[in-house]
């Protein structure tokens, strides 16, 4: 059993009632806050929490971290014409990458956070991340990106409850946020509007630069024929259907984006349906060699799995085709590989495959 755990606290429901949890288990608790942002006043629920506990917490200032690594990555990403999971690099690098070694180094055995998940551990084999008790509320698609050799570190006490649950313990230990809301999708930015962000933070430095995804484009179907113009490539995901500025006399989506040529695809609903994907910056939480080829795999974070065949490729990618074709397949999100309720891994979907097997 782990002694010292540092608890990452972030002032709401989960992260609160998750550091009750391992207080009433017998664990020596202190909870930490992570800055992420200068004007961060985040860590003042934390503090009342703390308080109400009776355990110390840390205010650790991670902001220039989580700057370079998660926000300035987010932008890059948007940049390249890619849909990127920003809370996916948050897990990998700062709760489960800078605070746990920092944990470490100052002598805690473990990291725990609020998180819906399990890990599950057989005799002789490292811990496996598996899906948690709440189905609607499981967050495994965001951890797949953590080493495995820190799964033995990390403790998810809220795993084996729901979220129901969670909120009646809440309110009957008198946790001072126990009435507080969800938060936001992508924590810094608090309206999500993600193309108004992108814009005020990269906007003259992409132009700059001759990106073309901050540029005006041409909005085509999938022959090439020109529909419309669009103020650039920043502001569509794949399968996007409002905002488009077409009077099409039926429902359209963004199928396709073009980054080299600033176009953007225009197509109907069985446009956006792909027979498989390439994926890069692979991450195994068990060894590859152990790897089923008959898998299932998400493709984004609300969407449910589907089986799929695994092929593991001499270039370090993975080539994943469908059983059955899948909607809106969206370069630089994650696919992640489930086999049953375990997460053997993931990457990010580099390329989408057309019914030949070939990028779209």
Not at 72 to 89: D, M, Q, V
Request: hydrophobic content about 40%.
């Amino acid at each position: 059993m782990h002694e010292k755990v540092l608890a990452a606290m972030s002032g709401g429901v989960d992260s609160s009632v998750a550091a009750a949890l391992l207080l009433k288990q017998g664990y020596e608790v202190t909870g930490a806050v992570m800055r992420l942002f200068p004007d961060s006043r985040a860590h003042e629920d934390a503090q009342r929490v703390a308080f109400h506990l009776g355990i110390p917490i840390k205010i650790l200032d991670f902001s220039d971290l989580f700057e370079e690594k998660v926000v300035r990555s987010f932008i890059h990403e948007y940049l390249s014409g890619r849909t990127p999971n920003p809370c996916i690099a948050c897990n990998r690098v700062m709760k489960f990458g800078q605070l746990l070694d920092m944990a470490v180094e100052s002598g805690f055995d473990a990291v725990a956070t609020g998180h819906y998940a399990r890990l599950a551990a057989e005799p002789g084999k490292p811990p496996a991340l598996m899906k948690a008790l709440d189905r609607g509320k499981d967050q495994s698609y965001f951890l797949y990106g953590l080493r495995r050799e820190v799964l033995s570190r990390i403790l998810f006490p809220l795993g084996a409850f729901r979220k129901q649950e969670v909120r009646e313990m809440a309110a009957s230990l008198h946790i001072p946020v126990a009435a507080k809301n969800e938060s936001q999708e992508i924590c810094f930015i608090s309206d999500n509007d993600h193309a108004r962000f992108i814009r005020e933070r990269a906007g003259s430095m992409a132009v700059l630069s001759g990106n073309t995804t901050m540029q005006p484009g041409n909005l085509t179907d999938k022959t090439g024929k020109v529909l419309g113009r669009h103020e650039g490539l920043y502001t569509y995901t794949i399968g996007q259907r409002r905002g488009l500025g077409l009077s099409m006399g039926k429902r359209v989506f963004v199928t396709g984006m073009d980054p080299k040529s600033g176009t953007v695809t225009i197509g109907n609903e069985e446009d956006l349906y792909s027979e498989g994907l390439l994926a890069g910056h692979l991450n195994w939480l068990q060894d590859p060699m152990d790897i089923p080829r008959e898998i299932l795999v998400k493709i984004r974070s609300r969407a449910p799995e589907t089986p799929a065949f695994l092929e593991l490729l001499p270039s370090g990618q993975a080539r994943v085709i469908f059983h059955q074709p899948q909607r809106a397949v969206t370069p630089g999100q994650s696919a992640v590989f489930y086999h049953g309720e375990q997460v053997l891994g993931g990457g990010i979907i580099a390329e989408v495959l057309s019914q030949s097997g070939k990028t779209q």
